[in-house]
């Protein structure tokens, strides 16, 4: 069946009476598959999918490397894994480490594996494909100068890959359009169209060296814009016709084991997470810090939807 054919179908993954339970949206309610019903809003989600591979494209909508001054024409995508243990779920906890003062959302479609894929042709990809969810790629860019380029602690720490509501199919997600929310406020929005290598051509290149299994996840690019989130910011990921993944913000105490290489606030972990804001801030202090977004960020944020992505300058 292709996945971007209607009807619109939904399935979500619920803790309920001590067991995980598959349901489905009616309403203000969830449908249990026991028969039993439970409130929505009382519901404890679990992630829709439990992927055992997680692949990430690191640029892919044109907004985001018009930020970054880069041109992707010409170009290939390049990835990055998320380990399994960084799903999270709808209404789950962002868990920031005690040491850490950039970490990042962006707001992603994920794309979720329905039938093994291995040397897939870009025309066959729907056909394999089981939906599409809301996704946040949370990094902590702190590591960045510490995980020198393997991205392991930036985005792969517990809690730093929220997946859902649910996981819907019968949508040609193609048309839709991506928005991120911090605290209600809009901060990120792109249509999928935007993206320079579409998901059919993701799977079709991934797949052409790695077997992709059900439920195994792709995070398919965010659009320009991500920034700092603080504990007890609320973030919402909203997708047209997929739905609205809803995740907070909160401070993880001290480890007791303190041996390991600390968070850091470098120029390059500074650059990447303020983006094209690094030059506004740099002009009051040299150099900018995280505290310093946090307190201006209001209006920063509604310059910045005013005006629409502007290149960030040379650090």
């Keep these: 069946m292709n996945v971007l054919e209607g009807p619109r179908r939904e399935t979500r993954r619920v803790v309920f009476g ?24 009382d519901a404890v989600y679990a992630p829709p999918v439990l992927p055992a591979s997680i692949v ?45 003062r950039l970490m990042n959302y962006e707001g992603e479609v994920a794309a979720v594996v329905g039938r093994t894929m291995r040397s897939v042709r870009p025309d066959d990809v729907w056909e394999h494909l089981a939906g599409f969810a809301c996704a946040n790629d949370v990094g902590a860019h702190d590591f960045r ?6 991205m392991l602690r930036v985005k792969g720490q517990d809690s730093f890959c929220p997946l859902g509501p649910g996981l819907v199919s019968g949508v040609d997600i193609r048309r839709s359009r991506l928005r991120t929310y911090v605290n209600g406020h809009k901060v990120q929005e792109g249509a999928l169209s935007e993206m320079v290598w579409g998901i059919d051509e993701l799977f079709a290149d991934i797949t052409r060296h790695i077997t992709l299994r059900p439920d195994d996840v792709v995070l398919t690019g965010t659009p320009w814009h991500s920034r700092p989130v603080f ?12 739905g609205r993944l809803l995740n907070t ?13 600390p968070a850091t606030v470098t120029r ?12 506004l801030l740099k002009a009051q202090q040299d150099p900018p ?27």
């Excluded at 310093?292 to 502007?310: F, K, T, V, W």
């Design 231 to 242: 504990p007890g910011d609320t973030v919402e990921v909203e997708v047209d016709g997929i």
């Design 249 to 261: 913000v909160v401070d993880a105490p001290a480890p007791e084991n303190r041996r390991g290489y």
């Design 289 to 315: 810090s995280g505290e310093q977004y946090r307190a201006e960020r209001a209006d920063l944020i509604a310059r910045n939807m005013a005006s629409g992505p502007q290149p960030r300058s040379p650090r």
């Design 56 to 100: 990430c494209v690191h640029l892919n909508y044109r907004s985001r490397a018009i930020e970054f001054g880069l041109d992707l024409d010409g170009t290939h995508p390049t990835y990055f894994m998320k380990p399994a243990t960084s799903v999270n779920a709808h209404k789950g906890e962002l868990v920031r480490p005690a040491d850490c």
């Design 268 to 279: 390059t972990s500074l650059g990447v997470a303020l983006g094209s804001d690094y030059r």
């Design 18 to 41: 001590g067991r995980v339970h598959v349901g489905h949206v009616d309403g203000d309610r969830l449908h249990l598959d026991d028969g039993r019903t439970i409130a929505e809003a």
């Design 145 to 150: 100068d510490t995980d020198a380029g393997s």
